[in-house]
């Protein structure tokens, strides 16, 4: 909606409210996924024609993994609010914005970005990610206020065989004084990681009700590495599933050889957090071919954890104080 390409010394400032009038395109998209499973997608829109005119659809399914599939089946895709693509020297700072149709802010392979002091407010909705970058170099998040009906940030590289192809990560990333409320994840990598992310330092968060906090999701056949990864200084409080978790399995995709395709996660250091009121307080979930490994977890106390900690797959896991519920937590 607000859109940019190989631009530069872009600035959007202000007190003002950006309104993305997000409804007409949420109710647009419930009708098109209850169309495609009860009729096998007869009443098509006016968009799902000009889709399958711009993209060879069988080049996409062949680059795709099958955990995509059903998305692509609707041929129907929202524009995030805020895009800038390949831009450099970008500044997003004091605004609110309100009802995204999809990604709210979402700068693709962008350099030198600044998101700073912006509130977001998404009414649950699907897909109304906070802030995405995607696959850029040298972005601060400062000083945000994020409630949104998926994850508030996200960093991501793109997908599958055509991110691994183009193969630019996302990289240099500082994530600090920011507040999360409602939202899928608090702080989020993944799971479209095939391009990698690496360096990212997320500190002095507060995040209070989301679904998770700290979330690294990622599956078979994405491919890629997550890695150098620092967290410190992390206050979370009603957490509905994970304070943290890595995932490896987030898709359930079947067993496969090791290739290109197995993601990896790897270095990856918390500190300094505080948690009260979680259902799961840690989960790290490898794969047998590629267990998650070299993780740091140090000065982390939980109280009011429902369930036990998780460790499946994941070696060179390094823990001093940690506890859950004024135990600390030990490896087996």
Partial sequence: MIYAVDAENITIKGEGTLDGQGKKWWMEFFRVMIDLKDNGMRDINKYQPMWDAQNDTTAIYAETNKDYVSTLQRRFFRPPFIQPVRCKRVKIEGVKIVNSPFWTVNPEFCENVTIKDITIHNVPSPNTDGINPESCRNVHISDCHISVGDDCITIKSGRDAQARRLGVPCENITITNCTMLSGHGGVVIGSEMSGSVRKVTISNCVFDGTDRGIRIKSTRGRGGVVEDIRVSNIVMSNIKQEAVVLNLKYSKMPAEPKSERTPVFRNVHISGMTVTDVK??????????????????????????????????CERITMDDVTVNGEKIKLD
């Fill in 280 to 313: 799961t307080p840690i989960k790290i979930v490898g794969l047998e071919e590629a267990p998650i490994s070299d993780i740091v977890l140090r000065d982390i106390h939980i109280q009011g954890g429902k369930q036990k900690c998780i460790f499946e797959n």
